[in-house]
């Protein structure tokens, strides 16, 4: 999941982020992404820091309060050492700041895909 009130920020990272067969879903508003999120929990949420109405900071706080396993990351252009701060003591996975190359958004994905549970798999269940 990709949040940012810049909608060519989505535009731009939903093929990139696609390449590796992820599936990816953006969102120009933090309200319509935790509506989503409520139907369908994702295991990586992408979502930039300052949007109106709902900000990134109040997005990772209701994600890890409905879901401990999400990792997520924030994006901002306004990087300052105190939202790097806030933001990860708030439980966020990692901090980007605008501008970055959409690779290195994937490094800190594949980073945070390898400290998802791994999926229960037939072989876990009896009879299965």
């Known amino acids: 999941m990709v949040i940012d009130d810049e909608s060519i920020v989505g535009k731009r990272l939903k093929p990139a982020l696609s390449k590796g067969g992820d599936i990816v879903e953006t969102f120009e508003s933090g309200k319509a ?3 989503r999120f409520d139907e369908q929990p994702f295991d990586i ?3 930039d820091i300052r949007m109106d109405e709902v900000d990134g900071l109040e997005v990772l706080e209701q994600i890890l309060a409905k879901s401990n396993q999400t990792k997520v990351i924030i994006i901002t252009g306004y990087a300052t050492v105190e939202v790097a701060r806030e933001a990860l003591s708030k439980g966020a996975f990692d901090f980007i700041a605008k501008p970055f190359k ?3 958004l994937r490094d800190i994905i ?3 895909a390898r400290q998802l549970p ?3 798999s037939n072989e ?5």
């Open 33 to 35: 992404a935790l509506t």
């Open 45 to 47: 949420v992408v979502t």
């Open 102 to 104: 959409p690779k290195d």
């Open 110 to 112: 594949e980073r945070a």
């Open 118 to 120: 791994e999926p229960a």
């Open 124 to 128: 876990d269940f009896v009879g299965g």
